[in-house]
């Protein structure tokens, strides 16, 4: 983890408090109470329970951030821009906050007027300027909502950062979703666990070699390529350019060219029916207004008794986006909700949900994965993307275990029929 350069600065304008305790005592009233982290100020100062985690605030321009765009947001644009920083382990400072914010029911509490005056005074007393604009990193998204060109321009800015930066942060087979984990054994990789939830997925919709699969959102093409190895003829759909290049080339490498076709194509133009349709983590972006057209794809493209296996990320409350940070840094337009809500949609659709296999522990274990790769390849991250992009996902992958662990967020594999002649007499598949 690194730490954020002291950079000299003038005194505070006037004798008494420190900057640190000033700062401390404008929040205390934001958080009722004592703040939860120990805060190092500019001029080196301190200010907060000692054996807390430190939050270093490198200069007045993070206080403009804080001030002016009070909440998450304003946080996260000064942590990936460094003008905030953690000294030690981010995790431990995000858990930190989390957990006090829970104990002293924080959330959706309104600054009081007096608390506002506080916060307008250190504004006052130190300058910091006015308000910043928001980071490089931050997406600028415009158009009419899931329109196809927004959707097109939301897809891109989280996945065409580079196929060499994800392969900083995935496995081999790049399978950019929740991992299926047997077992706890060291020797048990995030590769064998992607390979695993890769077979429970082809196991789940009945698959033999000879079989038809349409692989909705393919991302990198880690199921349409290893159901292809099993026998099986896949079509693939992305709307990201470079996901398809990267695909492609592996087809050619792999000789499988008779048995995958990868298209760049808007899910609302996917035709022909299939023996199975999977659509692995890709519905959340669909939006909330298009999710009954995304479940009729899903629905008309299988063939009657057919299966359909949609797995997919959960949450509640009232981010249903993943929240501000995750909104305006990684997906923007992401649309997620409880787990029983999207099943009443599948089944409003047309389809006979079969199970729901609920994975939330693994998402876990895979993340954290992901961010041991990650930090193992920080150095190469910055020279790839920058700094700021690299605290970005630095951030992402940290607040996205904590979500997972503590219960905001899930992800379940949801099964469903098209209703047909054929009786249904699925496989027994091994969880």
């Not at 003038?10 to 205390?28: C, F, H, K, T």
């Not at 048995?259 to 035709?271: A, G, K, N, T, W």
């Not at 899903?298 to 949609?310: A, D, H, I, T």
Request: charged letters at 25%.
């Amino acid at each position: 983890m690194t730490t954020t350069t002291d950079r000299p600065t003038a005194a505070p304008p006037s004798s008494g408090p420190s900057v640190a305790e000033r700062l401390a005592a404008a929040v205390e009233p934001l958080v009722g109470g004592e703040i939860p982290v120990r805060l190092r100020a500019w001029d080196g100062s301190e200010a907060g329970p000692a054996g807390a985690p430190r939050v270093v605030l490198s200069s007045p321009a993070a206080l403009a951030r804080l001030v002016w765009r009070p909440g998450e947001l304003g946080a996260a644009q000064a942590y990936v821009t460094g003008e905030v920083d953690v000294d030690g382990d981010l995790d431990e400072a995000l858990t930190r906050v989390w957990s006090v914010a829970r104990e002293r029911g924080l959330s959706g509490v309104r600054p009081s007027p007096a608390a506002v005056a506080g916060l307008l005074r250190l504004l006052r007393d130190f300058r910091p300027g006015l308000p910043p604009g928001p980071p490089a990193s931050q997406a600028r998204i415009r158009g009419r909502l899931h329109s196809r060109r927004r959707d097109r321009a939301s897809i891109s800015h989280h996945y065409d950062l580079s196929n060499d930066f994800y392969a900083l942060i995935l496995d081999e087979s790049m399978a950019y979703s929740c991992g299926y984990w047997r077992n706890d054994d060291p020797s048990y990789t995030l590769a064998d666990a992607q390979r695993d939830k890769l077979d429970l997925v082809i196991d789940k919709l009945g698959l033999e070699p000879g079989m038809t699969m349409l692989d909705v959102g393919c991302g990198w093409g880690s199921l349409s390529l290893h159901a292809a190895a099993r026998g099986i003829r896949v079509r693939g759909v992305t709307i990201a350019a470079e996901q398809k290049r990267f695909i492609d080339e592996r087809i050619a490498e792999r000789g499988l060219g008779d048995l995958v076709e990868i298209r760049l194509q808007d899910y609302r133009d996917v035709d022909g029916k299939h023996d199975g349709v999977a659509s692995i983590e890709m519905g959340e972006h669909v939006g909330q207004g298009n999710y009954p057209t995304y479940v009729d794809v899903l629905r008309r493209s299988v063939k009657p008794g057919g299966l359909v296996l949609v797995q997919q990320m959960s949450r509640r409350g009232k981010h249903p986006g993943g929240g501000p940070f995750i909104e305006s840094f990684i997906a923007p337009d992401m649309h997620m909700r409880p787990v029983g809500e999207t099943v009443e949609l599948i089944e409003s659709g047309g389809l006979e949900v079969r199970d729901v296999h609920a994975m939330r522990e693994h998402y876990v274990t895979t993340v954290a994965a992901w961010y041991a790769t990650f930090e193992a390849n920080y150095d190469r991250v910055v020279a790839l993307v920058g700094e700021e992009v690299a605290r970005v996902w630095r951030l992402y992958l940290v607040g996205g275990a904590m979500a997972f662990r503590d219960g905001r967020m899930g992800v379940d594999q949801i099964l469903a029929r098209r209703p047909g002649a054929t009786p249904l007499a699925p496989p027994e598949v091994r969880r």
